[in-house]
């Protein structure tokens, strides 16, 4: 997993929200401490090159900058088709979690 200070940002503001800790049953220390551990897993990314506006959605953006600048083979996420631009533009595959499951799990 790549990524760069702005998705960690991002990451931490969506996990925070009421909606999100409702939803997962976690206190904000529980977030913390996950949250944590995910960046710890991740592989940094630098972002030499900003490449905006490319997406539809403003919001996915730092997504495909992180994906891009960290040279990633493929993004996987439920919002496939907001991030179409990434395969056409840049050669980055875009998969949804079940597919990466099925290639995972034969």
């Known amino acids: 997993m ?24 976690l206190s904000l220390s529980e977030i913390a401490i996950f949250l944590d551990r995910l960046i710890s897993l ?4 630098q972002t030499y090159y900003r490449w905006r506006p490319q997406l539809r959605d403003p919001g996915d ?6 994906a891009v600048n960290g040279q990633a083979g493929a993004i996987v996420t439920f919002n496939e088709k907001d991030l179409r631009a990434a395969r056409s533009s840049f050669g980055i595959e875009v998969l949804r979690p079940g597919e990466v499951l099925q290639r995972l799990i034969p």
Request: with cysteine.
């Open 61 to 66: 953006e730092m997504v495909l900058e992180a």
């Open 42 to 45: 991740a592989e940094p990314v």
């Open 2 to 25: 790549l990524l760069n200070v702005p998705l960690a940002l991002e990451y931490e503001a969506k996990c925070t929200t009421a909606e999100h800790r409702l939803a997962s049953g």
